[in-house]
């Protein structure tokens, strides 16, 4: 397996392909996992990651310009949540020949509010029961599924199922079999855990507005190491005494320990 690093990406083959989009060509690495996608700086219409390992659709930053996605050849089981806010205008999926299995797993997809063209063949939830009904109801603008157009006959009576007493059965039904966790996924790192949200902003917007391949990979570094932008170092989690601390400076976590102390002293005092 090959890391997606920045310097891979910085080396790999990039052209103008037949529909005149600038693309990047990650394909055949055996790449387990999509990261470090900042390094693009957001200079491609499509990203090509056909024939590597990777097992979850996820872990892109703010790609504002990326339309098309092929993922052809790859392990996928789950897709991640939350992709419009990374990939707003992506337009077209092509996940032929993974391992996605319920109809569930892919409601995610759902909310991409410019996707007009997906691909499961040779995913065994293509072959589930109402998979292309089910489909067609949660993805109004979808297009093509498979290749073939979703025609507005097909849409009608896919929405009349699903709005029936019957097909909410069905779809509470679908929902209990959607994956909740996949064993080797992505892991959060132990260093950047517990982050507020002003904290995943910093670095959201670290990564948005670097201006370098230098800059992206300082940012990794520092990230990597357990560091924020503009702030200091983060501190592993770590127990004292039974007592869990959170990545705080270390006054404050030894302030919060001995408040607990005198805490405990305190009921112990009322106790006697």
């Avoid at 024939?51 to 872990?59: E, H, M, S, T």
């Avoid at 019957?166 to 679908?174: A, D, P, S, V």
């Avoid at 004292?240 to 705080?248: A, D, E, M």
Wanted: glycine share 4%; with cysteine.
């Amino acid at each position: 397996m090959v890391k997606l690093t920045t310097e891979l990406i910085q080396n790999s083959m990039q052209y103008m392909n037949p529909c005149r989009d600038r693309e990047l060509d990650l394909r055949g690495y055996k790449i387990p996992q999509i990261e470090n996608l900042g390094a693009t700086l957001d200079q491609f219409d499509t990203i090509d990651f056909s024939d590597n390992d990777i097992r979850k659709l996820d872990g892109f930053p703010l790609l504002k310009r990326l339309k098309c996605i092929l993922l052809n050849n790859n392990r996928i089981v789950r897709i991640g949540e939350n992709l419009e806010h990374y990939i707003p205008n992506l337009e077209s999926v092509i996940l032929t020949n993974n391992n996605i299995s319920e109809l569930g797993d892919l409601d995610p997809l759902s909310t991409l509010p410019k996707l007009r063209t997906l691909s499961l063949m040779h995913n065994p939830v293509a072959n589930k029961n109402h998979y292309r009904a089910y489909v067609a109801f949660k993805m109004p603008e979808l297009r093509l599924l498979d290749f073939r157009k979703i025609k507005q006959k097909e849409r009608d009576e896919a929405n009349a199922l699903f709005k029936s007493r019957k097909g909410k059965e069905i779809q509470r039904e679908i929902a209990k079999k959607a994956k909740t966790f996949v064993p080797g996924g992505n892991m959060p790192d132990p260093k950047v855990t517990n982050l507020t949200p002003q904290e995943i902003h910093k670095i959201r917007e670290a990564i948005k507005n670097a201006s370098s391949l230098q800059e992206v990979e300082r940012l990794t570094r520092m990230l990597q190491s357990g560091q924020i932008p503009g702030q200091k170092p983060l501190q592993p989690v770590t127990q004292t005494n039974g007592q869990r601390l959170t990545n705080r400076s270390p006054d404050r976590r030894w302030n919060e320990v001995e408040d607990e102390d005198e805490e405990m002293d305190t009921d112990q005092a009322n106790g006697q």
